[in-house]
């Protein structure tokens, strides 16, 4: 098993100027992360800022596996937007290591102004760095804006996707 060191910050200029960090978070900003989660048409139905508990321990989680990364993107102190990638190996594809990328989410006052793009495309360079094959993601059925995002960033909706919830934390 082939064991990636995790990530170091890296700095990226905005088309408006604006200054960013893209870092591993760490337990101070959990709170911001959640807050993110439950400031989204979708993330209001399904996240609990009041249950925190649980997101410390899948944060703890997250952090102990050397396949998983939460990643923040800070502005001056404030966490503005985040993502989970995963590392994923497989048989499939000659053994190929496959990335994937979930909950993505970026501020509402930090839309359209190019930082998601820029997180997308710092997530795809670190799946190239990793040696992944390809990187994946899924998009809830309703966020056609998200579909048309990631469209313009080179994503192919090539395969229809299934969930299934399960118990009463899905």
Not at 39 to 68: H, K, Q, W
Not at 99 to 107: H, L, N, S, T
Not at 133 to 154: C, E, I, K, N, P
Request: hydrophobic content about 45%.
């Amino acid at each position: 098993m082939t064991i990636h060191p995790r990530i170091t910050s890296m700095e990226f200029d905005l088309p408006d100027g604006s200054t960013c960090v893209v870092r591993e978070a760490v337990a101070s900003d959990l709170e911001s992360i959640v807050a993110l989660l439950v400031d989204d048409p979708l993330g209001v139905t399904r996240e609990s800022a009041d249950e925190m508990y649980r997101y410390r321990e899948a944060f703890e989680d997250i952090s102990s596996d050397p396949r998983n990364l939460q990643v923040v993107v800070v502005h001056g102190d404030a966490v503005v937007a985040t993502l989970q990638l995963t590392f994923i190996p497989g048989l499939a594809r000659g053994g190929a290591l496959r990335a994937q990328i979930e909950a993505v989410r970026v501020g509402a006052q930090w839309r359209s102004r190019g930082l998601g793009g820029a997180l997308i495309r710092w997530a795809i360079d670190e799946a190239e760095r990793w040696g992944c094959a390809l990187v994946q993601l899924t998009s809830d059925a309703s966020r056609t804006d998200a579909h048309r995002f990631y469209t313009r960033l080179g994503f192919v909706d090539s395969h229809v996707g299934y969930k299934m919830a399960l118990g009463t934390t899905a």
